[in-house]
């Protein structure tokens, strides 16, 4: 499975960018999706994720400002991110992991997200 992420740029804080993250699987349904994201010398972390039933959960310094959603029929995970902060800029990838095998972990290549006025 490879996946491709897309939708990173330079935003103003308070600004709002949407990523995403498209998988070359025929079955993306079966995958737990996953935005995480690394900022220079840190550790990456988790951002948002998404159960193949739609349940979400978030990162406590997201919540309320990022929304992570799935479009099944388009093999493609999304994180809406407003209210950007600076603290946000980091390199965010995508990661499916499959429900039952959860060894089987695909990782995207990462987007960079620039918060910067």
């Known amino acids: 499975v490879q996946l491709q992420a897309s939708g990173g740029g330079l935003v103003q804080p308070g600004g709002s960018l949407r990523l995403s993250c498209a998988a070359s699987t025929s079955i993306f349904g079966l995958y737990v999706m996953g935005w995480y994201r690394q900022a220079p010398g840190k550790q990456r972390e988790l951002v948002a994720r998404?159960?193949?039933?739609?349940?979400?959960n978030y990162a406590d310094s997201v919540k309320g400002r990022f929304t992570i959603s799935r479009d099944n029929a388009k093999n493609t995970v999304y994180l809406q991110m407003n209210s950007l902060k600076p603290e946000d800029m980091a390199v965010y990838y995508c990661k499916a992991e499959h429900v039952y095998f959860t060894d089987t972990v695909y990782w995207g290549q990462g987007t960079l997200v620039t918060v910067s006025s």
């Open positions: 998404i159960t193949t039933g739609d349940s979400t």
